[in-house]
């Protein structure tokens, strides 16, 4: 199965932009739909931004605009752009992968460790 390292994040002022990596190993992410979720202490877990089967990207109402996923298959990496950061955009971000669709969190199958983003 797939392992999903993530790295990229930090702190960062209001307005500015990030850019989160997640590589994975064990297999090839052309084979999943790939996505990333942010959770927030005492809160669930939440869809930002997907890449489906189909090559079709998907991003939370709260992102479009701001944020951009993509991936490189010859890298195996999945990216997460984001720009114009707000304060809510604060939490751990986790890199999934999923079988059948990578919008919500009972359809992934594989989770990263997750890396905070603090905006401030």
């Known amino acids: 199965h797939v392992q999903l390292v993530e790295s990229g994040g930090g702190s960062v002022q209001v307005g500015g932009s990030l850019r989160l990596s997640c590589v994975a190993s064990g297999d090839t992410i052309g084979r999943y739909c790939m996505g990333w979720f942010r959770q927030i202490p005492d809160k669930e877990r939440q869809g930002v931004a997907g890449i489906e089967s189909d090559g079709s990207t998907s991003y939370a109402d709260s992102v479009k605009g701001r944020f951009t996923v993509s991936q490189d298959g010859a890298k195996n990496t999945l990216y997460l752009q984001m720009n114009s950061l707000e304060l809510e955009d604060t939490a751990v971000y986790y890199c999934?992968?999923?079988?059948?669709?990578?919008?919500?969190?009972?359809?992934?199958?594989?989770w990263g460790q997750g890396t905070q983003v603090t905006v401030s």
């Open positions: 999934a992968a999923a079988w059948r669709g990578v919008r919500l969190p009972y359809e992934v199958n594989y």
